[in-house]
């Protein structure tokens, strides 16, 4: 029966999260489901395929299962054979909810519709549904079963007079059942029509097509369902084919046309060609428009008048399918001097883009290849309708009107092959299909003299949502305000006075440059530059629209969870009697906080500490600055304990940066010094842990990337953006419980550049942030010691504590 081959996507959204979670679980579950479907090619998965699908626990609301179905769905995979699987591996309860609950679904997609006809010709009377896995058809003539019309369709050929009358049909399934509408077969008599059995089975003109209702015009936002539908009627049944733009549209072959997550790639003129074996119709031409400032003669809907919260639909109404930023600040170079200000600014800007609900991923001291493995990621985060935003303070030059960022490993006389290409960048984000592109750059724009290439970007595609805010002007320098321990930057001493305000982007950049301006110590040294061809009202607060397409939103959301995992808190019970805590704090995406706190000391023992040492290779621990008594003395000059809890007990501060260099899992000893009331000499006890990988360093951004061309030809291209997991990183997650990962590794793709080994010459680049002495003598003072006005639990890290912690 053609019902067999309805696919999974028809059923509900509720039923098949449903039947997702019945497949979460590891005895009879999708594991066992990839299986059994896998005996048809189409439905073979790939181990990366089925890594993602593992990974799904990660997400607050994430469901393997789900994500199995929706990968099903996606390649065609019918209800029938669904079932089919679902009893081969024996997974009853999910066999019992589709045969039963799913059957209270049944909808009645197409309804027969009455007929007059000449007596002899052929009438045929229409009626389908979805939703149940077994559909029954039974027509009725009255109160009497039709011989043989057990099937979606009724054909009397040649209908006679014996055969007027009403007909309905019965779609059922087990006990479940739904009636359609009553259908009128007439016969046209007339003393020059009558035909008979030989006569002409052409229908006439009033059984010919009639287009009932048309599709109507639309104007939508970002993020929004685009639905049209148009109902018509016909002897044979009519077929349908949309077009957009004169251009037919792939698959889109029903009565109606249902399209989620638009942008602005979606607007345009729609109409739906309609015909069957005899007759060709075409509905209305229809304009959708996609947000504020579509160019077309539609206007704005308005409510009925007299309605209390009416009013038109307003400008600036722009809403994201997401927001993501990378933050990315370079100040610990090898061959360039050393700045300031760039931790301090990414860590008020993650505060502040927090806050607007953005997912933000800040990263401090990157070398070349961890640069470009972080954009790999970054651009791996956007999708159709997100706002991506990335922010970069450091070294930077500009030449010929190309922006260049420069790496803490850059060699001294650096060139574009050392750096990272800004509008290369710029070209693979609108790839994305971004909603809103943003560049906030806090670098120098000199123009660098050892670099005389010209880099040819491809062409940029016509997207209207591109902002960049430079920090200076071009062949100017940027400033830094140097005081204590902590620097700002000029520029984000401005824009983060700004950057909570409901205002278009290029607005809020405006009144930026507007402040630096009457800024007596900035004024005819530094000024912002904006440029811009965005469009529409898009703001940086603007709110966030969940796509239509959860699956999509929720692989973004893993892919970014995974990078901001911290060890649990865990308590360890040495010999002595003494119960030590382990708590973790992420300052940021790649610097971690380890502290370690007594929880129970025996009543012999006078005195304790636990310390840390003996880390794995790789990321940087101060050994001068590691168990300290206070988060300063660690090295952690921005957070304070005291802002998120009580000090219940002393505790030792160890600062881990650099963890994105991370290549085997984070372990180190936890050394236990004690003294007991009768002995004068101090005892040891050491254990050692492991901790796993974590926040930024499973994403394994040491790792090279493969390069679809040479850079030789200064035709910087972009990097593949294929992504999965490395083999450590797999490994690392199953040690914490997660048996669902996989364990096949796939190659990431990389941006292969020279690789020169820096030496350290005498001659240095032109292009580098100078510190003003006047700054240092401005009565203003900076504020870059305060906070943004966030709760403690917006901050960009959380001490995590047992719940039986004293």
């Known amino acids: 029966m053609e019902d067999k081959h309805l696919g999974v996507e028809t059923l509900s959204e509720a039923s098949l999260n449903r039947l997702g979670y019945?497949?979460?679980?590891?005895?009879?579950?999708?594991?066992?489901?990839?299986?059994?479907?896998?005996?048809?090619?189409?439905?073979?998965?790939?181990?990366?395929?089925?890594?993602?699908?593992?990974?799904?626990?990660?997400?607050?609301?994430?469901?393997?299962?789900?994500?199995?179905?929706?990968?099903?769905?996606?390649?065609?995979?019918?209800?029938?054979?669904?079932?089919?699987?679902?009893?081969?591996?024996?997974?009853?309860?999910?066999?019992?909810?589709?045969?039963?609950?799913?059957?209270?679904?049944i909808g009645i997609t197409l309804q027969p519709h009455s007929q007059r006809v000449p007596e002899g010709s052929p009438v045929v009377l229409s009626c389908r549904a979805v939703g149940p896995v077994e559909l029954t058809y039974q027509w009725f003539k009255g109160k009497d079963e039709v011989p043989g019309g057990s099937g979606p369709e009724l054909v009397l050929n040649p209908v006679s007079p014996a055969q007027q009358g009403h007909y309905i049909c019965r779609v059922s399934s087990g006990d479940k059942y739904i009636f359609s509408n009553w259908a009128h077969v007439r016969l046209l008599r007339s003393g020059s029509s009558s035909a008979g059995p030989s006569g002409s089975y052409f229908p006439s003109s009033t059984s010919g097509l009639n287009i009932t209702q048309q599709p109507r015009p639309q104007v939508l936002m970002e993020g929004d369902t685009l639905y049209l539908e148009c109902v018509a009627q016909g002897n044979p049944p009519p077929q349908f084919q949309w077009y957009l733009n004169k251009q037919p549209m792939p698959k889109c072959t029903r009565s109606f046309l249902k399209i989620p997550c638009i942008t602005t790639a979606d607007r345009g003129t729609y109409t739906c060609r309609v015909y069957n074996l005899y007759h060709e119709m075409w509905s209305d031409q229809v304009q959708v428009n996609i947000g504020p400032g579509s160019f077309s003669d539609v206007s704005w809907e308005t409510s009925e008048v007299g309605t209390p919260d009416a009013g038109p639909r307003q400008m600036g109404d722009c809403c994201a399918t997401d927001k993501v930023a990378?933050?990315?600040?370079?100040?610990?170079?090898?061959?360039?001097?050393?700045?300031?200000?760039?931790?301090?600014?990414?860590?008020?800007?993650?505060?502040?883009?927090?806050?607007?609900?953005?997912?933000?991923?800040?990263?401090?001291?990157l070398n070349w290849q961890e640069m470009h493995s972080a954009v790999t990621e970054f651009l791996l985060l956007l999708d159709r309708g997100v706002y991506g935003l990335l922010y970069f303070a450091g070294h930077g030059y500009e030449n010929y009107g190309n922006s260049f960022m420069v790496p803490i490993d850059a060699?001294?006389?650096?060139?574009?092959?050392?750096?990272?290409?800004?509008?290369?960048?710029?070209?693979?984000?609108?790839?994305?299909?971004?909603?809103?592109?943003?560049?906030?750059?806090?670098?120098?724009?000199?123009?660098?003299?050892?670099?005389?290439?010209?880099?040819?970007?491809?062409?940029?595609?016509?997207?209207?949502?591109?902002?960049?805010?430079?920090?200076?002007?071009?062949?100017?320098?940027?400033?830094?305000?140097?005081?204590?321990?902590l620097s700002n930057g000029i520029f984000m001493r401005f824009l983060k006075k700004r950057l909570m305000e409901p205002e278009k982007v290029t607005v809020i950049l405006d009144k930026v440059a507007e402040d630096m301006g009457r800024c007596e110590i900035t004024r005819g040294r530094q000024a912002l530059e904006l440029r811009s061809n965005l469009s529409e009202r898009r703001a940086l607060t603007d709110s966030i629209k969940a796509p239509a397409c959860q699956v999509t939103a929720s692989t973004r959301n893993l892919q970014w969870a995974i990078a901001h995992v911290i060890p649990e808190s865990r308590c360890l019970q040495f010999d002595c009697g003494v119960k030590v805590q382990l708590g973790f704090a992420a300052e940021f995406s790649n610097i971690m906080i380890i502290y370690t706190r007594i929880l129970e000391t025996p009543k012999d023992i006078v005195s304790c500490s636990a310390q840390l040492s003996d880390f794995t290779e790789g990321p940087e621990v101060d050994l001068k600055h590691s168990n300290q008594e206070s988060l300063r003395e660690a090295g952690s000059l921005l957070l304070t304990l005291d802002d998120l809890q009580p000090l219940e007990q002393p505790r030792l501060f160890t600062r881990i940066s650099a963890l994105q260099r991370l290549k085997k899992e984070l372990s180190f000893t936890v050394c236990l010094h004690y003294k007991y009331a009768n002995l004068d000499e101090e005892l040891l006890e050491e254990k050692r842990v492991t901790v796993g990988k974590p926040l930024v360093s499973k994403l394994n951004l040491h790792e090279p990337r493969l390069s679809p061309a040479?850079?030789?030809?200064?035709?910087?291209?972009?990097?593949?953006?294929?992504?999965?997991?490395?083999?450590?990183f797999?490994?690392?997650?199953?040690?914490?419980?997660?048996?669902?990962?996989?364990?096949?590794?796939?190659?990431?793709?990389?941006?292969?550049?020279?690789?020169?080994?820096?030496?350290?010459?005498?001659?240095?680049?032109?292009?580098?942030?100078?510190?003003?002495?006047?700054?240092?003598?401005?009565?203003?003072?900076?504020?870059?010691?305060?906070?943004?006005?966030a709760s403690s639990e917006e901050l960009p890290f959380k001490f995590s504590n047992l719940p039986n912690s004293i």
């Open 22 to 105: 019945m497949l979460d679980n590891l005895e009879c579950g999708w594991k066992q489901l990839a299986k059994a479907v896998a005996e048809q090619p189409q439905f073979c998965y790939s181990d990366k395929e089925l890594t993602d699908c593992s990974l799904k626990v990660l997400s607050p609301h994430g469901s393997p299962g789900r994500y199995l179905l929706a990968l099903l769905a996606d390649r065609g995979c019918t209800l029938a054979f669904l079932l089919q699987c679902l009893k081969k591996i024996e997974h009853r309860e999910a066999v019992g909810f589709l045969t039963t609950h799913v059957i209270e679904q």
């Open 411 to 485: 060699p001294a006389s650096y060139t574009f092959k050392h750096c990272l290409w800004v509008q290369d960048v710029l070209q693979r984000m609108q790839e994305r299909q971004t909603g809103l592109n943003v560049f906030l750059l806090d670098m120098c724009r000199k123009r660098n003299p050892n670099d005389e290439s010209i880099p040819q970007p491809g062409p940029l595609r016509v997207t209207a949502n591109i902002v960049f805010g430079y920090a200076t002007c071009v062949d100017a320098e940027a400033f830094e305000v140097n005081k204590d321990d």
């Open 730 to 789: 797999r490994a690392n997650l199953s040690d914490s419980n997660l048996s669902s990962i996989g364990s096949a590794s796939t190659s990431w793709s990389y941006y292969q550049g020279p690789r020169e080994s820096p030496t350290c010459t005498g001659l240095k680049n032109e292009p580098e942030e100078t510190i003003s002495p006047e700054f240092l003598e401005s009565e203003e003072p900076p504020a870059i010691k305060s906070l943004p006005s």
């Open 326 to 365: 990378l933050l990315m600040g370079n100040m610990n170079y090898l061959h360039h001097r050393q700045l300031r200000a760039p931790m301090a600014d990414v860590h008020e800007l993650t505060n502040l883009l927090r806050q607007l609900d953005f997912k933000v991923v800040s990263l401090l001291d």
């Open 710 to 728: 040479s850079s030789t030809d200064l035709q910087m291209s972009s990097m593949m953006e294929s992504s999965s997991f490395s083999e450590s």
